[in-house]
């Protein structure tokens, strides 16, 4: 089973930008899609963006279509999520996730798709 660690959350105002790493162990990652959840207070879990094993393909929720981009680096075993022109509503503990199915793109935004979850990073966008 491969483990999972978030970082790079923190508090940043309206307009600007932070990077999310996912960093994983016990597994090499290029074995795995890979997915960002982000989970505010009192909500569910919500799919914000995914990338294929390769980076071949990458998918994004419409709410952050545009402002964030998803990356990896096999080689650092990294997975990323670059968040720029952060809104309020971006608020959340945002989550990586590993998936293994052959099938994943089918099923990109579902959070059942996923098998293996970080502890997650909080991000505060202050207005």
């Known amino acids: 089973q491969v483990q999972l660690v978030e970082s790079g959350g923190g508090l940043v105002q309206a307009g600007g930008s932070l990077r999310l790493s996912c960093a994983a162990s016990?597994?090499?990652?290029?074995?795995?899609?890979m997915g960002w959840f982000r989970q505010a207070p009192g909500k569910e879990r919500q799919f914000v963006g995914a990338?294929?094993?390769?980076?071949?393909?990458?998918y994004y929720a419409d709410s952050v279509k545009g402002r964030f981009t998803i990356s990896r680096d096999n080689a650092k075993n990294t997975v990323y999520l670059q968040m720029n022109s952060l809104k309020p509503e971006d608020t959340a503990v945002y989550y990586c996730?590993?998936?293994?199915?052959?099938?994943?793109?089918?099923?990109?935004?579902?959070?059942?798709?996923?098998?293996?979850w970080g502890q997650g990073t909080q991000v505060t966008v202050s207005s």
């Open positions: 996730a590993a998936s293994s199915r052959t099938d994943v793109r089918m099923a990109v935004g579902a959070v059942g798709a996923y098998h293996s």
């Open positions: 016990g597994r090499t990652l290029s074995n795995y899609a």
């Open positions: 990338i294929s094993w390769s980076g071949g393909w990458t």
